[in-house]
Antibody, heavy 118, light 107 residues
Framework: QVQLVQSGAEVKRPGASVKVSCKASGYTFSSFGMHWVRQAPGQGLEWMGWINVGDGDTEYSKKFQGRVTLISDTSATTVYMELSSLTSEDTAVYYC???????????WGQGTLVTVSS | SYVLTQPPSVSVAPGQTATITCGGN??????VHWYQQKPGQAPVVVVY???ARPSLIPERFSGSNSANTATLTITRVEAGDEADYYCQVYTNSDQWVFGGGTTLTVL
């Protein structure tokens, strides 16, 4: 069955960077893209960007442009999301999500809590 | 940037019908997807492409989209439907947008 398994919780200092992984299994990895969505405590869902795993092409939310980088490793069937220059406002659960035929997100990872605190 | 507006909360008695709206400029020209999120869990799609329903989602969930409002309707509401609901669209500028979310409370 399709599974997206994310890396564990992280605690970072302000100004640092964080890298979260999302390992996919149960489907042809290179045939689907991957999105990243975050959710601050008690807040709504916020789209961050997506990567075309097949060719590495990316599209980022204007809000995160310049701070977020998505990378795919097809041999490891894993997508990485790196967010730099962290502030307390970046404390959130980060999700990877697979788009079905480029439309809605049909599979989600379990989420990774990133806490930014001094 | 494109904004999707949802009511913060909707309350309904068990067995009644819940209606959750999602407002956006000419949203009727876009495909709208709806997600259900329960506490501590990842979102799950309940309606996609305005009105289509994944196979595991009960028929009680339906959607519509016209002009400037998309609507998620849940008939015969059950206690297990209590959750946050989010609408989502893909905009012309290659950006995905979520609504602010609506908390459904079953009285």
């Amino acid at each position: 069955q399709v599974q997206l398994v994310q890396s564990g919780a992280e605690v970072k200092r302000p100004g640092a960077s964080v890298k979260v992984s999302c390992k996919a299994s149960g489907y042809t990895f290179s045939s689907f893209g991957m999105h990243w969505v975050r959710q601050a405590p008690g807040q709504g869902l916020e789209w961050m960007g997506w990567i075309n795993v097949g060719d590495g092409d990316t599209e980022y939310s204007k809000k995160f442009q310049g701070r977020v980088t998505l990378i795919s490793d097809t041999s490891a069937t894993t997508v990485y999301m790196e967010l730099s220059s962290l502030t307390s406002e970046d404390t959130a659960v980060y999700y990877c999500a697979r788009p079905w035929l480029g439309t809605y997100f049909d599979k989600w990872g379990q989420g990774t809590l990133v806490t930014v605190s001094s | 940037s494109y904004v999707l507006t949802q009511p913060p909360s909707v309350s309904v008695a068990p067995g009644q019908t819940a209606t959750i709206t999602c407002g956006g400029n000419s949203i009727g020209t876009k495909s709208v997807h709806w997600y259900q999120q329960k506490p501590g869990q990842a979102p799950v799609v309940v309606v996609y492409d305005d009105s289509a329903r994944p196979s595991l989602i009960p028929e009680r969930f339906s959607g519509s989209n016209s002009a400037n409002t998309a609507t998620l309707t849940i008939t015969r509401v059950e206690a297990g439907d209590e959750a946050d609901y989010y609408c989502q669209v893909y905009t012309n500028s290659d950006q995905w947008v979520f609504g602010g979310g609506t908390t459904l409370t079953v009285l």
